[in-house]
């Protein structure tokens, strides 16, 4: 199973024997139209993923109804007989946008795709009706927890869940200074702890970089990336991958 971070926020590329899945893409260079209110987030690359990496993804995954988890523009590059597996919830929002692929439902039960097995997993306040995240296993029980906001601590503990390799946030992200969107670093740590992960890569990068409207509500703080760097092997730049031997 390989795995590659493939821009500088949360897009993932995820491929086991030939076939891959994508988590999230945005694969534009905008986010939004041009002089879009709400929210806007522009980078340089599409992404790095190769155009062999392209031609091997045989599904998406997409784990919340949010703009920049949920992109229109991206699906649409895509064959409309691609699968996407999400939730209830998301799937009623990707049909808002007249996207018709076939879209299958999640669940903690697990559900092959691309030669991996699935689980979505409850998330943590104040996502728990509307995203998920996901447990991803491959044939040799090489295993990878994505979470791309709040990690639900008490269902990790109470479900045991483990993970050689964890995708999180630690750019601690407040909404009106008060509202909990992104982990802080510290919550990290204690999830990798929990997850006993070795490798841990970080999603929902620089999310002071966000534009538009919703800019003047949020608070952000950066991690200490030498502490984490101390506790686990780090991944955080567009580009980076690990493979499982």
Known sequence: MRVIKADNYQTWFIENQNQA???DPWLTKTLKPEGSFFIQRKKTNVSCLSEADLKIVKAL?????????????????F?????????????????KHKITNPINILSEEETPVCNMNIKALPTSYPYYSSTFSLLIRDNENNT????????????????????????????ET?????????????ATLKAIKILDSKELFITGNNPNHTMGFIKNFLVTKSPDIDVLKNEINLYINEGDSFNFK
């Open 61 to 77: 995954i997409i784990t919340a109804p949010f703009e920049d988890h949920l992109h229109p523009d991206s699906i649409k590059q």
């Open 144 to 171: 990878i927890f994505h979470e791309g906001h709040r990690v639900n601590f008490k269902y990790l503990i109470e479900h045991d869940i483990k993970a050689d390799l964890a995708i999180l946030t630690a750019e």
């Open 174 to 186: 407040k909404l009106f200074g008060i509202v909990q969107l992104g982990m802080n670093y510290q």
């Open 21 to 23: 899945i994508l988590i």
């Open 79 to 95: 064959s409309n007989d691609l699968p996407i597996y999400t939730s209830n919830i998301v799937k009623k929002y990707i049909r």
